[in-house]
């Protein structure tokens, strides 16, 4: 879902239009760690369309509104994040997420230090401790944004059921890996956003050549790899330090290696992590990273849906499934970049022609 906005950038809101896009892309099931409008009733409107099966979008999860600190990151008033100041409110702003009916809580723990920008405000280890152990309470999985070791280790001893990041200021090691696997924590990826973070202009020359049905509008690659707009999209967000950039790939092997469940996530939305075709090239990074295309494969679909909990609908083509499926014109098991050649998207039994729902959609 939508991102920060780069300079000169509005966020945008139209939501269903964002998703019927993701569709086209080939993907029939999508999870939101932050929805940047804090109207919860509208995240719950816009899930309850999204999963009727006739609907031309993909089936929509998430968790609603994030929950940060003030002068942390993602505390400006365009995220719509929740921002408690102590324990007590913390658990409130929970209680409220679940009254909402959201399918899980996201906290942002964390100094940002591995962007190689100046840190920001931390969340007080007690209020991050509180809204894991309130999620606990009413039922719901606590994820959280910690892509440093340190701050993930201190989350996950607090009970966090899943990192939305690959850890990259380090190699995670073996305390963290234990820990991972007593909580039964999921690992989700986002080695695109980083890639972006990184070389942006070079990140959009990989989107474009993956792109082989030319769906990404030129002037929008265009614009990044033009040396102005890279170095105003670098001034913007930083750079992402090459050291951290290896860290983050290595860490998705050693958790894949460990028996970890990995998630593909992107980070779409966020300027630079363009929809759909990110999406596309987190599977290629992890294949680059050392996951078979199979592994890669089941990164998103059979993966996340035991983690949702939606296995016995979702993830796999089986009799008795909902019928969401993904035709392509030639094999990903022998190539992943054939993830980018989709023929149809079923979603709910409906066929879909993507080129015909990006027409639409734009």
């Given at each position: 879902?939508?991102?920060?906005?780069?300079?000169?950038?509005?966020?945008?809101?139209?939501?269903?239009?964002?998703?019927?896009?993701?569709?086209?892309?080939?993907?029939?099931?999508?999870?939101?760690?932050?929805?940047?409008?804090?109207?919860?009733?509208?995240?719950?409107?816009?899930?309850?369309?999204?999963?009727?099966?006739?609907?031309?979008?993909?089936?929509?999860?998430?968790?609603?509104?994030?929950?940060?600190?003030?002068?942390?990151?993602?505390?400006?008033?365009?995220?719509?994040?929740?921002?408690?100041?102590?324990?007590?409110?913390?658990?409130?702003?929970?209680?409220?997420?679940?009254?909402?009916?959201?399918d899980g809580i996201?906290?942002?723990?964390?100094?940002?230090?591995?962007?190689?920008?100046?840190?920001?405000?931390?969340?007080?280890?007690?209020?991050?401790s509180a809204i894991?152990?309130?999620?606990?309470?009413?039922?719901?999985?606590?994820?959280?944004?910690?892509?440093?070791?340190?701050?993930?280790?201190?989350?996950?001893?607090?009970?966090?059921?899943?990192?939305?990041?690959?850890?990259?200021?380090?190699?995670?090691?073996?305390?963290?890996?234990?820990?991972?696997?007593?909580?039964?924590?999921?690992?989700?990826?986002?080695?695109?956003?980083?890639?972006?973070?990184?070389?942006?202009?070079?990140?959009?020359?990989?989107?474009?050549?993956?792109?082989?049905?030319?769906?990404?509008?030129?002037?929008?690659?265009?614009?990044?790899?033009?040396?102005?707009?890279?170095?105003?999209?670098?001034?913007?967000?930083?750079?992402?330090?090459?050291?951290?950039?290896?860290?983050?790939?290595?860490?998705?092997?050693?958790?894949?290696?460990?028996?970890?469940?990995?998630?593909?996530?992107?980070?779409?939305?966020?300027?630079?992590?363009?929809?759909?075709?990110?999406?596309?090239?987190?599977?290629?990074?992890?294949?680059?990273?050392?996951?078979?295309?199979?592994?890669?494969?089941?990164?998103?679909?059979?993966?996340p849906a035991r983690?949702?909990?939606?296995?016995?609908?979702?993830?796999?083509?089986?009799?008795?499934?909902?019928?969401?499926?993904?035709?392509?014109?030639?094999?990903?098991?022998?190539?992943?970049?054939?993830?980018?050649?989709?023929?149809?998207?079923?979603?709910?039994?409906?066929?879909?022609?993507?080129?015909?729902?990006?027409?639409?959609?734009?």
């Amino acid at each position: 879902m939508p991102g920060p906005p780069g300079p000169g950038q509005e966020v945008t809101r139209d939501e269903p239009r964002i998703l019927a896009q993701m569709l086209a892309w080939g993907f029939t099931t999508i999870f939101s760690t932050s929805h940047p409008n804090p109207d919860l009733e509208a995240f719950i409107s816009l899930r309850r369309q999204a999963n009727e099966d006739a609907a031309p979008m993909p089936r929509f999860f998430g968790v609603g509104r994030a929950i940060s600190v003030a002068g942390g990151h993602a505390s400006q008033p365009r995220f719509g994040s929740f921002l408690p100041t102590s324990a007590d409110e913390a658990r409130a702003n929970v209680r409220t997420l679940h009254a909402a009916g959201v399918d899980g809580i996201k906290l942002i723990y964390a100094d940002q230090a591995h962007t190689g920008r100046p840190p920001v405000a931390a969340m007080p280890i007690a209020i991050m401790s509180a809204i894991i152990e309130e999620a606990h309470a009413v039922g719901l999985r606590a994820y959280v944004h910690a892509p440093q070791l340190r701050f993930a280790k201190e989350a996950l001893r607090a009970g966090a059921d899943g990192l939305v990041h690959s850890i990259a200021d380090a190699p995670v090691d073996d305390e963290f890996i234990d820990l991972m696997k007593k909580n039964r924590a999921s690992y989700t990826t986002t080695l695109a956003s980083y890639h972006a973070f990184a070389d942006v202009a070079a990140w959009m020359r990989q989107l474009r050549a993956l792109d082989a049905r030319g769906a990404v509008p030129e002037n929008v690659t265009a614009r990044f790899q033009d040396p102005n707009g890279a170095k105003a999209y670098h001034a913007f967000f930083g750079t992402f330090p090459p050291d951290n950039l290896a860290y983050a790939r290595a860490n998705v092997r050693r958790v894949f290696d460990a028996g970890i469940p990995v998630l593909a996530g992107t980070d779409s939305g966020v300027t630079g992590v363009l929809l759909g075709v990110s999406s596309q090239m987190e599977l290629v990074l992890l294949v680059e990273a050392g996951l078979t295309p199979a592994a890669a494969l089941r990164s998103a679909t059979l993966t996340p849906a035991r983690v949702l909990g939606r296995e016995k609908d979702l993830g796999t083509v089986e009799p008795n499934k909902l019928a969401d499926i993904l035709l392509l014109d030639a094999d990903p098991t022998i190539d992943i970049r054939n993830i980018a050649k989709v023929h149809r998207v079923v979603k709910g039994r409906v066929v879909y022609d993507p080129a015909r729902l990006l027409g639409t959609s734009r």
